[in-house]
């Protein structure tokens, strides 16, 4: 059965196989690299020369100063990035949805797609200097009386600049889609439920939120899955010394230790304990949304 649908799709196969070669090359091959979270690697002795102390590292980190706080962290970021971010991308592909003039539309879907395409880099230096005391950012708050300061020193600002760039960045390119999972639903619901009354606000509703739904929850377990990860490019652009109370992630405390420290062996602990809890949140999240309304990732 396998040999036959080979011969039929053997062009499939053969493209997929430069992603499935990229995997096993670059991702699973060098996860036998993750033992030296169980080592006291030194590049001289190499990963298998290097002396094994177990779980060393891991009781280090669970003991330290920092781990409440990353955690913390963490959570914070992701989970208002899972209240506000995660809706916004659905509110536009439904607000576009209802629009009747497609150039309108394509205008909108243009502009809004825009930011995605600008680099972390560029985009974090727009607001370094909008965040400036002389910037644009505050210059919008002098009209409503608010004081000029460097908003990024403020540690309570940070997490808002962060989420509220995120979304302008992501929103539009996130709308991509559900704006095509919207084109697969029938037209004849439309009707059906014009017929039986119902304006466009119910027919939004009942009609079309039911019929990207599946989508929505398979998005939301992958967004679960990685409860844990903050992208700690974006967090290095931006945070400072003043604002690692609020700022200071995971990610961003392993490429200290890892790549400025160089403590190899403590940050792959810490970041195999982060890939550990995301895999389990994802397992979870997965086995709730199976229960409650049957779609899941496996």
Known sequence: ???KDFRKNKYIYFLGSFGI???IIFSYIPMYGVIIAFKNYSPVKGIMGSPWIGFHHFVDFFQSFYFLRLIRNTLLIN???LIFAFPAPIIL???LNEVRSSYFKRLVQTITYLP????VVVISGMIVDFSRKAGLFNKILGFFGVEAQNLLLDPSLFRTIFIGSGIWQGVGWGSIIYLAALTAIDTQLYDAATVD???RWKQMLHVTLPGIMPTIVILLILRIGGMMNVGFEKVILLYNSQTYETADVISSFVYRR???EANYSYSTAVNLFNSVVNFLLLVLANKISRKVNETSLW
Do not use: D, T, W
């Not at 995605?116 to 680099?119: A, I, T």
């Open 93 to 95: 592909a439904l607000l």
């Open 116 to 119: 995605h395409f600008v680099s």
């Open 21 to 23: 070669a990229y995997f």
């Open 258 to 260: 890892g790549i400025l």
């Open 197 to 199: 009354g119902a304006n």
């Open 79 to 81: 989970v208002y990035e």
């Open 1 to 3: 059965m396998l040999r």
